[in-house]
Every structure is written in structure tokens, then in C-alpha cells.
């Protein structure tokens, strides 16, 4: 069994938090580094991305959670994608810049925007994944080692992947589809085998 953590400073995490508990995973509520210790992944959760950098600024977060995702797991959703690229437009508070991606804020414009589609998902198995977009980023380059995961039927891309990090411009959390966060559970369960592994 595996300890997920999700980002709990503000935005959507309670329903992350409903969904990992129905797939056994143990979960906690991440505020402070020291709620870091023993996790095997973490989720940043959709929200607004200037908010949610300037208290992770505030509690002293931004070095705990790049060495975190260094190591671990880490899956930016909607503002959580935002706040793991490397590069982000208009965002005037420091990110984590973990993840080797340039993004769009509010790629697609305000509220009344919001839009819903079908995306197939290179390492999901099955029907496309119904995806749900609000006020969403986008991503506009990918680093060498990033593996696009989904993109718009126009092309741009709205998922990717790169080692143990992954980040999706929509709320996956806000539909009954479990796969998304089912492969992020696996990508923890293997890196703390690994882990294992590495130490015997």
C-alpha cells in the first residue's frame, strides 16, 4: 500500500483525496514540509496557481517540494501543472520549474470557457478519457526527455510526462473515470519498489 500526499494549501483537493481513498491508497493532506515525510507521491491540485505559489512560498515549501519531486512521484493537475513548469506566462510568484515544460496560463480564456472532450491517452488502455477544462493552461514546448500523454484533436497538448512527474491541463478529479489516478498510484507503488530494491 502506498501514502499519497496532496497538496491541501487551496483549490480541489478533497476530491483527489475521495478518489485515492477508493483505490486504497493511504492519503494525507500536505501544508507543511514536514507532512512531506514517508509519502510516495504527491498531487498538486487544480485551483489558482498565484495563490497556491505564494503560500507554498509562505510555509517554506518550494525547496522541500523540489527535492520531492526529484525523487518521487508528482503529478500537477490544471493549477498543479502550472506550478511544476519550468516556464509559465504571466505568473509572477516563483514555481517549483520541475518539469521540463513551458506553459500557458488560461490558455482558453475565463469561466464561461470551460469546455468538455474526449482524449486518448497514450499509457491508458480502453475508451478515451473524458476530460473536464476549466479556466485550463496549456502547454506550449516539451523539453527532450517529455513524452506527450494527450493532445487537443488540433494538436496541442494537454498532457505529458516526464520520468516520474506528469501533469494534465483538465480536472480528472471531477469525473468517475479512476485511470488516471490508478497510473499515478502505480507510478508510486514502482518507485517505492524501487526504492526498496535500491536499499537491500
Known amino acids: 500500500m502506498v501514502t499519497i500526499g496532496v ?15 477508493r483505490l ?7 501544508r507543511l514540509p514536514a507532512d512531506l515525510e514517508g509519502l510516495d507521491g504527491l498531487i498538486i491540485p ?9 503560500l507554498m512560498a509562505m510555509y517554506g ?7 520531492f519531486a526529484s525523487r518521487k512521484p508528482m503529478w500537477g493537475t490544471c493549477a498543479g501543472m502550472i506550478v511544476m513548469a519550468k516556464q509559465a506566462t504571466d505568473l509572477d510568484r516563483e514555481g517549483l520549474e520541475v ?14 470557457d470551460s469546455f468538455e472532450t474526449e482524449l486518448d491517452f497514450a499509457v491508458l488502455a480502453g475508451e478515451p478519457v473524458h476530460a473536464i477544462f476549466i479556466r485550463a493552461p496549456l502547454i506550449l514546448s516539451t523539453g527532450p526527455a517529455v513524452q506527450v500523454l494527450a493532445q487537443l484533436q ?17 480536472h480528472p478529479e471531477l469525473t468517475n473515470d479512476l485511470r488516471l489516478h490508478e497510473y499515478f ?15 537491500k
Open 7 to 21: 497538496l491541501a494549501l487551496q483549490g480541489d483537493f478533497a476530491e483527489h483525496e475521495a478518489i485515492l481513498k
Open 24 to 30: 486504497g491508497a493511504v492519503v494525507r493532506e500536505v
Open 185 to 199: 498510484v502505480s507510478l508510486a507503488e514502482k518507485a517505492k519498489s524501487e526504492g526498496a530494491s535500491a536499499v
Open 154 to 170: 488540433d494538436g496541442r497538448v494537454v498532457a505529458a510526462k516526464e520520468g516520474h512527474l506528469m501533469v494534465t491541463s483538465f
Open 46 to 54: 487544480g485551483g489558482e496557481s498565484t495563490t497556491i505559489t505564494r
Open 99 to 112: 518539469m521540463d515544460i513551458s506553459v500557458e496560463r488560461n490558455a482558453f480564456g475565463r469561466q464561461v
Open 61 to 67: 515549501l518550494l525547496e522541500p517540494l523540489r527535492a
